[in-house]
């Protein structure tokens, strides 16, 4: 009966990422169509990968042809940040085996994870936590569903004119980072720069180039940011020791 109260108590919490997830899946949904993945295909990609802005990557990947290999080196770049954050939760969990640990690891996304590491329960059970991430992975799935069979009946004209979304997209899922943000604003001017100059100049190709780009700006950006940091520390520790 504790197990039954704790899972539909996550139901409850998580039931803002269902909502919050509607116009993003259906959105995924719509450009899959207009790429050319079936439903089949666009609904096993919710599925297997379970990854929002990876999975708009991968349809802009798909759309140039490129090769699978480089979608997945991408995929794994861009969710690398899923190890820290799963590794993170597992210390805020109740003590539990690994097969369901893994189950819930593979549910985790930016969405859930907030809303879980943020409650207020010292250890979260394994009943609520699954209640949490499993409204929202149905609802991304649904939805991917949904949006899909929307985009089979929309007017060829339209299809055509919802790849400018994919764009629009990753716009609107970085400019709300950046707010306040210079280190993400130097990130993704940095990312942009170097991907530019590998688009413009044809050293590598569009898989090749925005995987380089994301390791190259990360690197670059988080090496002068500690560099800044530590002119900052030492100072401050002399000023201390005086």
Request: aromatic share 12%; net charge positive; no cysteine.
């Amino acid at each position: 009966m504790m197990k039954m109260k704790d899972f539909n108590a996550g139901l409850k919490a998580g039931l803002s990422i269902a909502i919050g997830y509607f116009p993003i899946a259906i959105t995924f949904g719509l450009l899959a169509k207009t790429t050319g993945l079936t439903i089949i295909e666009a609904t096993a990609m919710s599925i297997f990968v379970y990854a929002g802005a990876a999975q708009y990557i991968s349809l802009s990947l798909i759309a140039k042809s490129v090769d699978p290999v480089l979608i997945v080196l991408n995929t794994f770049i861009v969710n690398i940040r899923h190890f820290l954050m799963t590794a993170s939760l597992n210390e805020k969990l109740m003590p539990s085996s690994r097969t369901k640990k893994a189950w819930l690891a593979f549910w985790i996304t930016d969405e859930s994870f907030s809303v879980l590491a943020t409650r207020k329960e010292e250890k979260l059970t394994m009943a609520f936590s699954f209640g949490v991430a499993l409204i929202a992975y149905s609802s991304w799935v649904g939805f991917t569903v949904v949006g899909h069979l929307i985009g089979a009946n929309l007017p060829p004209f339209l299809q055509a004119a919802m790849s400018v979304a994919l764009y629009a997209m990753f716009i609107g899922l970085l400019v709300p980072s950046m707010r306040g943000n210079r280190k993400v604003v130097v990130l993704a001017v940095t990312a942009a720069a170097i991907n530019g100059i590998f688009f413009w100049t044809g050293w590598l190709s569009t898989g090749w180039s925005i995987l380089v780009s994301t390791l190259a700006s990360s690197i670059f950006v988080e090496v002068i940011y500690s560099m800044k940091s530590r002119e900052r520390t030492i100072p401050a520790q002399k000023g201390a020791e005086s």
